[in-house]
């Protein structure tokens, strides 16, 4: 694909304009930069996050800044296990008019946002989760066979707690396969710690600004897949998703031992658009080998398990990606 020089220099427009937006974000969501490069990488390809991590790190913080920033209309759900399908979708009620005639009406839920918040998602019954999960692929709702369509643009951010599982629903692996990365917050570090400290325990705390409007992501979202991708990326991605998969002739022994599936093609269609949004955000025009390695595992975590005797050995799953990975980007950057 060849680079025209009008969206090159889009591209670098909103390079600059996605610099501003990082620099508003972390004033109030302080340190954790690979966590707000992939939160913004998800939202700029599109599609929706999956936010891993214990309680008090500042998830919910993160997505309300995100609202404010991207200009978007946020909500946030609180899942538990009484959570019904229509707490999120909406419902219809029956409403008397002035000269007394009765009709329902749909009252919308808090899904018709432009992000929401699902906090805590594996608290609720699967039944709501489908719901949910439904939702966020085709972009609209039917109740009482009726469609309605979300706002554009729609992003679904969802958090879990990896280590409380007690009175949880797991997502199916089939339904985690909706969200386009799985983003681990770690604990910060000791420097970003006491500056989290500093900066939010005062008489007054930093405020972000707005940076694009809902039309202006969208444009943006559409010159994300507008940018060129060199051959040897392909090649790496189809390599990287294909050496996953225990049935494939070319797999690993690490693979073919521990691994019990690998990931499909929808995992190779989410690096195609999350290492064009890495370059973006690293300032770059086209995205390169390094951009494959740093997305290998928040695409692939959530699209792969191991098996039952690997995981009794302690085995965790970013290992094995991590090593899959540095094979295939050593084979391919010798080629």
């Known amino acids: 694909m060849t680079e025209t020089p009008d969206l090159v220099a889009e591209i670098e427009q909103l390079g600059e304009k996605l610099a501003t937006a990082k620099a508003s974000i972390t004033k109030r969501f302080i340190g954790q930069e690979r966590v707000v490069d992939l939160v913004l990488s998800s939202i700029l390809c599109g599609g929706h996050g999956l936010l891993v991590g214990l309680p008090g790190l500042g998830k919910t913080r993160l ?30 009620v029956l409403e008397t008019g002035p000269d007394g005639s009765r009709a329902f009406k749909f009252i919308k839920g808090p899904i018709f946002c432009q992000l929401l918040m699902a906090d805590e998602v594996n608290r609720a019954s699967p039944r709501t989760q489908s719901a949910l999960l439904q939702a966020m692929q085709e972009k609209a709702v039917t109740v009482a066979g009726v469609p309605h369509d979300l706002p554009a643009p729609f992003h679904v951010l969802a958090t879990q707690n990896p280590i409380e599982q007690e009175g949880t629903y797991p997502l199916p692996e089939a339904q985690l396969d909706r969200f386009i990365v799985q983003i681990d917050v770690p604990y910060p570090d000791r420097d970003t710690e006491r500056n989290i400290l500093m900066a939010t325990t005062g008489s007054a705390e930093a405020v972000s600004t707005r940076v694009f409007s809902p039309q202006e992501l969208m444009a943006a979202q559409a010159l994300v897949r507008q940018m060129p991708v060199g051959e040897a990326v392909v090649e790496l991605i189809l390599d990287l998703v294909r050496a996953c998969r225990p049935e494939e002739p070319g797999a690993s022994d690490i693979v073919r031992e521990n691994v019990g599936w690998g990931p499909g093609p929808r995992a190779a269609q989410a ?15 086209v995205p390169s080998i390094e951009d494959v390695a740093a997305m290998a595992t928040p695409v692939l975590t959530h699209r792969m398990a191991l098996t039952f005797a690997a995981r009794a050995r302690g085995l965790e799953l970013n290992t094995v990606i991590r090593q899959v990975t540095e094979v295939v980007t050593r084979t391919e950057a010798a080629a």
């Open 63 to 92: 997505v309300d800044t995100l609202s404010t920033v991207l200009g978007l209309d946020g909500k946030r759900v609180q899942f538990t296990p009484d959570l019904m399908p229509a707490d999120i979708l909406g419902s219809e």
């Open 271 to 285: 690096l195609m658009l999350t290492v064009r949004a890495r370059a973006l955000l690293e300032g770059r025009l």
